[in-house]
């Protein structure tokens, strides 16, 4: 079941302390305090995203060094020629040719 967060609204309409309670998400909202009676409402929070995949990891997981221990082979296409050269690890050909080079 999910957790809430509620905050206790005080008689002049200010936020007060907050707490956690878990409900059903079928359950509605509490309008009051389960303990004090006071009026609560429920407080909406972003969400807890995990930080595992942010563009900066997947980045550093992809550089040459990293590969290359992993057993991986990686190849760069040469702008001008088109063809490809190996920037890491030592699995196949140190260079890849064009399709139309090979006839």
Excluded: C, W
Aim: proline share 8%.
């Amino acid at each position: 079941m999910p957790i809430y967060v509620y905050e206790i609204i005080h008689e002049d309409g200010s936020a007060g302390e907050r707490f956690e309670i878990q409900q059903s998400m079928k359950d509605p909202a509490l309008e009051r305090h389960p303990e004090t009676g006071e009026m609560v409402r429920r407080v909406f929070l972003p969400p807890n995203l995990s930080s595992r995949y942010t563009p900066g990891q997947t980045k550093s997981k992809l550089e040459n060094k990293r590969l290359e221990k992993a057993g991986f082979t990686k190849y760069e296409k040469d702008k001008v020629s088109g063809k490809y050269h190996r920037v890491a690890g030592n699995a196949g050909p140190a260079e890849i040719k064009r399709p139309a080079d090979l006839q």
